[in-house]
């Protein structure tokens, strides 16, 4: 299988994790019963949506075998040692992420517990007010595993991810392959991308939705396909639903993305639906629930006295 049904998978994997976390919220039935109906539905819907999605997983013995023969080379058996390392690490070892143990993980028991997202009376206010993207991804690990051993690999397939991704959007950004191909190995060893990729940390692992939403809008030039605007929307949305202070990386997207709406004229009906899909998973439940208990968006009123931006389109 190559990276891009893999970078799909991960990409609904997110967008139903987030999807199923604030809608059976709303109906009190964040349970085991409540995620297997959703993921049932979602399924059927996905099933039958599957040629307009572009869903068709494939494999073969020949890009097996090439799969296998790449990493005989120097810099991708590194990345591949290096990766089984973190493995290791993330299997072994609990959790010791500092955000990850403080509020991160706690608000997601509490929600589990009261079977839906509520508003928590506690000192520690990022429990309510930050973003809830890998909250809604470790929920059903949490409640299924009963465990917080399996939070790493929220962390370490995407990290496995990037180095396809990296050299697709460098190459099809006008870098050459000879230069893109040692990068696409190296950039993912920087220190925040290696140490968090088996931690349950959340400020790598959005690097690849910001690489997918560049590299699907990139593709879109070519293909002038829906599918990969679709995906680019939903890639860029997640961005942001990570983590609020991604939403300065809509801007190179927006310049990617903008000449190609016409585009979406070729399926209205589709395109009206992922709209509505991306922005469920972005930071914008968030921040509606931040203006209904706190009277701002970003929620940073209640954290410094200083926090307000008085040009937020600046």
């Not at 970078?7 to 709303?26: D, E, F």
């Not at 040692?81 to 290791?88: G, K, P, Y």
Request: proline share 6%; aromatic share 14%.
């Amino acid at each position: 299988m190559s990276f891009l049904p893999a970078v799909k998978l991960w990409i609904w994997v997110s967008v139903l994790a987030s999807l199923a976390g604030w809608t059976l919220s709303a109906f009190g039935q964040l349970t085991l019963v409540g995620y297997l109906a959703f993921a049932v539905v979602a399924a059927a819907i996905l099933f039958a949506l599957r040629e307009k999605l572009d869903l068709q997983f494939c494999s073969g013995t020949r890009r097996t075998k090439k799969f296998s023969r790449r990493f005989r080379r120097g810099f991708p058996l590194m990345f591949a040692a290096l990766a089984l390392l973190v493995f290791l690490g993330g299997a072994i070892y609990p959790p010791t992420n500092h955000t990850g143990l403080s509020y991160r993980i706690p608000r997601v028991l509490q929600w589990l517990d009261a079977h839906g997202w509520f508003w928590i009376h506690t000192p520690n206010y990022r429990m309510n007010n930050r973003a809830c993207g890998i909250e809604w991804l470790s929920a059903p690990l949490l409640l299924f595993t009963k465990s917080d051993r399996g939070l790493f690999l929220l962390n370490f397939f995407p990290f496995l991810l990037m180095p396809g991704l990296l050299f697709s959007t460098l190459t099809r950004l006008g870098v050459r392959a000879r230069v893109a191909w040692p990068w696409m190995w190296l950039l993912p060893t920087g220190y925040v991308f290696l140490l968090q990729a088996g931690s349950a940390g959340n400020d790598a692992f959005p690097a690849v939705y910001a690489l997918a939403a560049v590299d699907f809008a990139a593709r879109a030039w070519t293909s002038r396909r829906p599918s990969d605007l679709w995906y680019s929307l939903l890639a860029v949305m997640l961005l942001n639903g990570a983590k609020a202070s991604n939403l300065p990386l809509t801007l190179p997207w927006l310049v990617l993305v903008v000449p190609l709406l016409p585009v979406l004229r070729k399926n209205l009906l589709v395109t009206a639906a992922m709209v509505l899909v991306a922005a469920a998973v972005s930071f914008l439940p968030t921040a509606m629930l931040n203006i209904h208990y706190l009277g701002d968006w970003s929620g940073l009123n209640i954290e410094r006295a200083d926090s307000s931006c008085s040009s937020p389109l600046a």
